[in-house]
């Protein structure tokens, strides 16, 4: 650009040149005629016009040489700045990279300032926490260790539980009882315990519980150990030592598996027995009463058991348990006969079936229980289904018991021919299979029946869980003994076969969560049997009286023996005819360990009511156990079924027992 412009600026000066001399003679001829003889004019030479024109050439030459130079200088000058130019904008461009490096920096500077504050403050929290968990983790390492909540072995937790008690019982009318009351002996007004009071103080029913559990693989393996002091030994006393023996509660295995299916077997609660979730062994809502008998109406047993439970996601669940049977046996009447030796002293008394033993001392059974040990048949069958939508607990029970006992159908037979002055027509019983007067085994068999019923339970909270109502009760046919009262399951005909009464039993519950230390409970419950009475019972009783030395000589031997016949009699649970006659006439002891009964009272129970007032109020509760107290107060009536004396009289008798206890308790509970 710069050479172009230099030589378009040589033309024009070039020209200038040239074009001056030429303009110059234009004008001189203008104004004078030209010269025919231009050197006669004082023209002046060529010589020296060239050498003008040199001259003329070398001073453009030379004002083009400055010029150059000028345009060189200015070149250069233009060089430079731009040059300062590129070196300004470069360096502007490098200040604003590094205004913009330094804004960046700076704001990133400031996050990362803000995020080192973040991560030091994140640091110091941490720290801190972490110097706190550790802490706790020691304290927690040192409490385990110095207060371990499990005994660990070979992989095993095992867990002690239980409490200690110092409890005491007052009664109105005395049951000659511990601190569990046997509710259906509660005394009629005849009953020489119905005219006095007794106070009991104990510390038998202290508990002694030890839980183990472990896993193999996804299952969970339990065995649970119950025990408490309300058994008696032959060295039992209530003396000085008072020795009573350790019992078992209970005492079961379990394997729990992942899929819901649970099997457990050994002595536990009935599946009948109401559970706060679920099926699940331990989950057990029993009544909050010191009476270790509980309530009237409640439904439960501590029985061998063997289940099957399958849980379905914790709403629903359904079980299936065998366990042990037994019967009990109650009413009155029955077919016997009874032989007394007056000389001896000594009384046989002869039936027509036997339903249970008293147990075998060799065989590890009781033999001093007089209620007796059935031959069972079969085990009680009980499946249940319990459900928990989200609001309360619901259960549906069903129970299967099967009974047995043996029949003599010539067992209770005789004749009264032999008499001194036998009547016209001698009374006689034969067997109805051979005739014979001769009680024997003859068609002897076994009578089989089968028996059971239903039940439910339910139990909501109210007034955000301060609240639960509880409502349970069950009805059947031989399944008395699944209620806290123990009303009887059978009865036995004239024959001899088993007649099963149909019971029922029902309890109310309210119990109030006053605050975290303090319950209070109020119940309600009652059990009822109806009439199974029948009529046609025969009674035969023998009297050998020995023969008096004067008369020995005589023919008269067979004087000595007396036959008396009871005939068309009514028996069986509850008869309408039962003579009730001495229910409120008190008789004097047979001796002094054994109060009397009062005098004939027949009145089989109909109905048992118990309502109860009580609360528990925890002094101290904590990691290291707690202590606690409570009282209870129970009001009960009893009262029995209606009879006319056999009919002496159309107005039937009908007898009723009233009692009031009270119960103290306080208690330490291991953690």
């Known amino acids: 650009m710069r050479r172009t412009m230099a030589a378009a600026l040589t033309v024009i000066i070039v020209f200038s040149a040239f074009a001056a001399p030429a303009q110059q003679a234009a004008t001189n001829s203008n104004s004078k005629p030209r010269s025919k003889n231009p050197a006669k004019a004082g023209a002046p030479s060529v010589s020296d016009q060239l050498k003008t024109m040199q001259d003329s050439i070398q001073a453009q030459q030379q004002e083009i040489r400055q010029l150059m130079k000028q345009l060189q200088s200015r070149d250069a000058e233009l060089q430079q700045l ?48 972490t110097v706190l968990s550790l802490q706790e983790t020691q304290k927690n390492i040192n409490s385990a260790i110095e207060n371990p909540l499990a005994i660990h072995y070979k992989g095993i ?170 019967a009990t046996i109650g009413g009155r009447g029955f077919s016997t006969i009874t032989t ?157 076969t088993q007649a099963l009464i149909r019971t029922a039993h029902a309890l109310g519950e309210l119990e109030y969560h006053a605050n975290r230390k303090l319950d209070i409970y109020a119940y309600f419950g009652g059990e009822y049997a109806w009439r199974t009475a029948y009529q046609g019972y025969d009674s035969i009783t023998v009297t050998k009286t020995p023969a008096i030395p004067a008369t020995a000589t005589t023919t008269a031997i067979p004087a000595t023996i007396t036959t008396a016949f009871k005939l068309n009699q009514y028996g069986g649970y509850g008869s309408p005819f039962a003579n009730n006659s001495g229910c409120s006439t008190e008789n004097p002891p047979s001796n002094q360990l054994t109060p009397s009964g009062g005098g004939t009272c027949a009145g089989d129970t109909r109905l048992i009511m118990e309502g109860t007032l009580g609360f528990w109020h925890k002094l101290i509760q904590g990691d290291k156990g707690g202590l606690r107290w409570g009282i209870q107060y129970s009001y009960f009536t009893r009262s029995g079924w209606s009879g006319n004396n056999a009919g002496a009289s159309a107005f039937g008798i009908s007898p009723k027992a009233v009692d009031n206890m009270v119960w103290t308790s306080f208690r330490y509970y291991l953690p």
């Open 82 to 129: 731009q040059q300062q130019m590129n070196q300004v904008q470069s360096t502007a461009s490098q200040a604003q990279q590094k205004a913009d490096s330094a804004t960046s920096a700076t704001a990133q500077q400031q996050t990362e300032v803000a995020a080192v504050k973040n991560e030091v403050t994140d640091l110091k929290t941490n720290a801190t926490s």
């Open 157 to 326: 937790s095992i867990t002690p539980g239980g409490f200690v008690a110092a409890e005491t019982v007052s009664r109105q009318r005395a049951t000659e009882a511990d601190i569990n009351t046997p509710f259906n002996s509660i005394p009629y007004p005849g009953n020489a315990l119905s005219n006095i009071s007794e106070n009991a103080f104990t510390a038998r029913q202290s508990r002694l519980a030890l839980l183990a559990e472990s896993k193999v693989g996804s299952t969970k393996l339990t065995g649970y150990w119950e025990a408490d002091f309300l058994g008696a030994g032959v060295t039992s006393n209530n003396r000085q030592s008072n020795s009573y023996v350790l019992r078992q509660r209970i005492l079961y295995a379990q394997a729990a598996f992942q899929s819901g299916w649970t099997l457990t077997g050994g002595q536990q609660w009935s599946l009948a027995t109401e559970t706060r979730k679920g099926i699940t062994n331990r989950q057990e809502v029993l009544p909050q009463t010191i009476d270790s008998q509980y309530q009237v109406g409640f439904s439960w047993e501590r029985q061998y058991g063997f289940r099957v439970v399958k849980d379905f996601g914790g709403k629903f669940a359904l079980g299936l348990a065998v366990e042990g049977p037994q």
């Open 340 to 496: 007394t030796n007056v000389g001896t002293a000594s009384v046989t008394t002869t039936g027509n079936a036997f339903v249970d033993g008293p147990g075998s001392g060799g065989g590890l059974y009781n033999f001093a229980d007089t209620t007796g040990y059935s031959f069972n048949k079969t085990p009680d069958i009980i499946v249940k289904a319990a459900a928990d939508p989200g609001y309360g607990h619901y259960e549906l029970f069903g129970v299967l018991s099967t009974f047995r006992n043996r029949v003599y159908p010539c067992g209770v037979v005789g004749t009264n021919a032999n008499d001194t002055a036998p009547p016209a027509t001698p009374t006689t019983i034969t067997c109805a299979i051979n005739a014979s007067t001769s009680p024997s085994s003859v068609g002897a068999y076994n009578d089989s029946r089968t028996g059971g019923g239903f039940g439910g339970n339910l139990r909501v909270p109210l007034f955000t869980k301060k609240l639960d109502f509880a409502l349970q009760g069950a009805a059947g046919d031989g399944i008395g003994r699944y209620g806290s009262a123990q009303l009887a399951d059978i009865t036995l005909r004239p024959d001899g």
